[in-house]
Structures are given as structure tokens and as C-alpha cells.
């Protein structure tokens, strides 16, 4: 049996996106990729909550408060990693212009700078806008933290085994519809 696949994702992103207050992350992979690149490796996963690399200054003032909040949560069972949701990718969209990603600057946390030097990064790499039909899990998954979750790579192949939890859209079928829609509308332009 294949182990359960997460990506990993900023803390305050995946509060954003359990919230129903983004559907979309942007990804150009992590510097540890075996492929040195983003690539979609499951249409489907668990969203792994992750500290490191979130700063106040990196998201909008609204989520600011969040990153220290995700933190102390983080903090307070530092052994373990609380995964609280689940993914679907809707569409895997290849970005790069930066006229394209301001277009999409109300629909995510990060500031405009921030989203742009994500662009820039790997310059010759598209940026890959994923829009995420996204449910809560019904009962979270603490797992333990091993050194091989760590590092800056999006995908994590989970070594715990554990019953597949239920799990509750975050949004109603035409609530993401109409999300979904003003993020195709803002990728045409």
C-alpha cells in the first residue's frame, strides 16, 4: 500500500486555505526538490503545515497576526506536526508574467513583492498556481516530526500509517465554483 502523500505548505497558508480565505498556493518548488523544480506529484494530498520559512513581513497585514499564532501552536507540541486538512488540485496553472500574478493579488495571503519574487526565483520555471478544492479533517493527524519532513522540499511521503480520517469541504460547491472562476477570470486577463 503507496503511504499517504502531504504537501508542505506554510502554516498561515493553510489556516488561509482551511478558512476558505484563499484557494490557490503558489509553488515553484524547494530548493532541496530532487527534480529542482515544482512538479505535481498527486491530485490529491494532506496539507503539511510548515514554520520555517514564514515571516510577518512575507504576507499581507491581515495574516500577519496568524504567523505568530501558527507558531505558538507549533510551539506548544514541538515533537509533532498537527495535520488538520486535505487537498484537491482543481487546475495546476503555469505562470510567468508578473502582470498575471498581480491579477491574482486579492486571492492569496502573501504580499505582492513576496509573490513576485516567487516568480522570479528559477527564472527559465513557471510559477504553479493550484487551485485547491480544500476540506478540514473531521479528526486532525498529529504525526510525530522526523527529521525527514524537514528541509525545503514540497513533497512529503507521510511514514505514519492511520485510518483516513472524514473530512468536510471548507467551501459549499458554488462558493468554490465562484472562486475558482475569478481565478481563471484573473489568469486570462
Same mark, same amino acid.
Given at each position: 500500500?503507496?503511504?499517504?502523500?502531504?504537501?508542505?505548505?506554510?502554516?498561515?497558508?493553510?489556516?488561509?486555505?482551511?478558512?476558505?480565505?484563499?484557494?490557490?498556493?503558489?509553488?515553484?518548488?524547494?530548493?532541496?526538490?530532487?527534480?529542482?523544480?515544482?512538479?505535481?506529484?498527486?491530485?490529491?494530498?494532506?496539507?503539511?503545515?510548515?514554520?520555517?520559512?514564514?515571516?510577518?513581513?512575507?504576507?499581507?497585514?491581515?495574516?500577519?497576526?496568524?504567523?505568530?499564532?501558527?507558531?505558538?501552536?507549533?510551539?506548544?507540541?514541538?515533537?509533532?506536526?498537527?495535520?488538520?486538512?486535505? =487537498? $484537491?488540485?482543481?487546475?495546476?496553472?503555469?505562470? +510567468? *508574467? !508578473? &502582470?498575471?500574478?498581480?491579477?491574482?493579488? /486579492?486571492?492569496?495571503?502573501?504580499?505582492?513583492?513576496?509573490?513576485?519574487?516567487?516568480?522570479?526565483?528559477?527564472?527559465?520555471?513557471?510559477?504553479?498556481?493550484?487551485?485547491?478544492?480544500?476540506?478540514?479533517?473531521?479528526?486532525?493527524?498529529?504525526?510525530?516530526?522526523?527529521?525527514?519532513?524537514?528541509?525545503?522540499?514540497?513533497?512529503?511521503?507521510?511514514?505514519?500509517?492511520? =485510518? $483516513?480520517?472524514?473530512?468536510?469541504?471548507?467551501? +459549499? *460547491? !458554488? &462558493?468554490?465554483?465562484?472562486?475558482?472562476? /475569478?481565478?481563471?477570470?484573473?489568469?486570462?486577463?
Amino acid at each position: 500500500m503507496e503511504r499517504p502523500i502531504a504537501l508542505r505548505e506554510w502554516a498561515v497558508a493553510v489556516k488561509a486555505l482551511e478558512e476558505g480565505r484563499q484557494s490557490i498556493v503558489l509553488r515553484k518548488g524547494g530548493i532541496a526538490e530532487e527534480t529542482k523544480e515544482f512538479r505535481l506529484e498527486s491530485p490529491r494530498f494532506y496539507l503539511f503545515p510548515s514554520y520555517e520559512h514564514q515571516r510577518p513581513e512575507l504576507v499581507k497585514p491581515e495574516s500577519r497576526d496568524a504567523v505568530d499564532r501558527t507558531k505558538e501552536e507549533a510551539a506548544a507540541h514541538p515533537e509533532t506536526v498537527r495535520v488538520t486538512s486535505y =487537498a $484537491e488540485v482543481e487546475d495546476d496553472i503555469e505562470v +510567468t *508574467d !508578473a &502582470e498575471t500574478l498581480k491579477r491574482l493579488n /486579492a486571492m492569496h495571503i502573501w504580499t505582492e513583492d513576496y509573490a513576485e519574487e516567487r516568480l522570479r526565483w528559477k527564472k527559465t520555471k513557471p510559477l504553479h498556481v493550484l487551485l485547491l478544492r480544500v476540506y478540514k479533517l473531521d479528526e486532525p493527524i498529529d504525526i510525530p516530526m522526523k527529521d525527514i519532513y524537514g528541509g525545503c522540499k514540497s513533497w512529503l511521503r507521510l511514514e505514519e500509517e492511520f =485510518a $483516513e480520517p472524514g473530512r468536510t469541504p471548507v467551501l +459549499t *460547491d !458554488a &462558493e468554490f465554483q465562484a472562486k475558482a472562476e /475569478a481565478v481563471r477570470r484573473a489568469i486570462a486577463g
